[in-house]
């Protein structure tokens, strides 16, 4: 029987391997596709590295292991680390997850009041045909998920409403625009699909409105590396910057259709972009981050260029996969980074990048692929190790604590969303749905919550 076993197996892993090559080769050698890891002995590690572990507070200085991470390079000197007085993990399963780190977190009080997080897996959904690679959520319980298999998809509150396919190949990025609502697509040969959702007597019409390309792309030979991996809207919704594996960063007008800029500064793929308020971040497989600020010029400050105000280069041989701005307050802004060692870094001031990270925050064993913020203090990473971690920033920043891990896919994790909860629920607002979307061709639905505990009342003597 152990040699039927064996025979079995070395077939199997020659065929992941061959679908894993043929994947790394459609976005080209530099993007951050190829460090997505075959989850072959991934799960039976991460299940022992984190069983009972507490959770773990990283503060301002700090650079430590929650788990060893896979091409991890960073040699930093590592400094005191605080620990929370979590209970340990009991290992309490919701279907077919554990539940790490949940319970009571008695590290995080904010304003006297103690909060407690969890989570349930609402839905799991197989997809037919092909994976999918993005998604974009809007109000109410709104998806859209672009699949491999050029098939994009509307979701309402966890349920497809409606769908379209586009003939331009599969969706690599999406990007909402309300009210206008329009679809932007990201797609192979430099193309980025325009699509318009209208409302007909029969239901929903998706028209195709723009195919924005510049020329030299179209002209260029097929089997050159020219996909647009990554799309963001300018805060304004005049511009929309695109990212493309040859090393370059787009910017298109659309109000007036047309193609304004080309920033060259990076050298390798451009994995990631995010918006702040009139600047624009850049994260590449080239290791930095660079930050633009937005200029109008000219007579009738018609015309646009974005100069480099910082950049940030992280440690030799790491790609940054996806970047991440919020803000705290009208002024405060903080910056994540997720990359190929497993880590994610933070910053919080972004206008004054440090030569290093504020926060180093690890924990996962492959490359974190896609990061994502909900309205309170939660921050979710999905991870090549087939996990969802998710992390509370406390005290603005200064700490952030690993208060839990989604479990429940069985390949890398390529994307995921979160939107407020569109269920009504006595135990408070503190709810949000999370949307997570793998390389195992399943799309899953959670619920995240951070309970408020009351206040503990002084006893009467």
């Known amino acids: 029987m ?81 620990t929370s007085n979590a209970g340990t993990s009991r290992g309490a399963r919701v ?21 407690t997080p969890g989570f349930a897996l609402i839905d799991t959904i197989q997809q037919g045909t092909g994976y999918i690679r993005s998604m974009a959520a809007n109000l109410n319980g709104v998806l859209f998920t672009g699949s491999d298999s050029k098939l994009v998809s509307e979701w309402h509150k966890g349920h497809e409403f409606a769908s379209f396919k586009s003939s331009s190949g599969p969706i690599y990025a999406i990007v909402l625009q309300y009210p206008e609502a329009r679809i932007f697509c990201a797609h192979n040969g430099g193309m980025i699909r325009v699509w318009e959702r209208n409302i007909i007597s029969q239901g929903v019409f998706f028209k195709p409105i723009r195919t924005l390309t510049k020329l030299r792309d179209l002209l260029k030979k097929p089997f050159f590396p020219r996909a647009v991996s990554c799309l963001c809207l300018s805060d304004d919704g005049n511009f929309l910057y695109s990212g493309s594996v040859d090393h370059t960063v787009n910017v298109w007008h659309i109000r007036r259709w047309e193609h304004v800029e080309t920033i060259r500064n990076h050298k390798g793929a451009i994995n990631a972009l995010a918006m702040g308020p009139q600047v624009v971040f850049s994260g590449s497989s080239d290791g930095t981050i660079k930050m633009w600020e937005r200029e109008l010029y ?78 309170g203090s939660f921050v979710f990473s999905g991870s090549a190790d087939m996990t969802i971690s998710v992390w509370r920033r406390e005290d603005e920043g200064k700490f952030h604590t690993h208060v839990m891990v989604l479990r429940g896919h069985s390949g890398p994790v390529c994307c995921i969303e979160t939107q407020e909860d569109w269920e009504e629920d006595v135990t408070g607002p503190n709810r949000w749905v999370l949307y997570s979307g793998s390389l195992d061709r399943t799309l899953k639905v959670w619920r995240v919550y951070d309970h408020t505990l009351p206040k503990q009342s002084p006893r009467e003597s």
């Open 95 to 115: 279907g077919d997850i554990e539940v790490v780190g949940a319970g009571t977190d008695e590290g995080a009080s904010i304003g006297g009041h103690r909060f």
């Open 298 to 375: 000219g007579k009738k400050r018609d015309k646009v260029r974005h100069l480099l105000r910082v950049e940030f280069t992280t440690t030799k041989d790491v790609m940054v996969n996806a970047v991440l701005f919020g803000m705290v307050g009208s002024s405060s802004g903080f910056l994540y980074a997720g990359s190929s060692d497993g880590d994610v870094r933070f910053w919080k001031d972004f206008q004054n990048l440090p030569d290093k990270p504020e926060v180093f925050m690890r924990f996962h064993k492959g490359a974190v692929n896609c990061l994502a913020l909900c309205s």
């Open 2 to 82: 152990e040699k039927s076993d064996k025979g079995k197996k070395a077939p199997t892993l020659e065929l992941l391997s061959r679908i894993a090559q043929n994947f790394n080769n459609i976005l080209g050698a530099q993007s951050k596709i190829p460090l997505i890891v075959l989850p072959h002995d991934l799960a039976k590690e991460s299940l022992e590295s984190d069983t009972g572990q507490e959770p773990t507070r990283f503060g301002a200085g700090t650079h430590t292991d929650a788990g060893t991470s896979s091409s991890n390079t960073c040699q930093e000197p590592q400094t005191g680390v605080s």
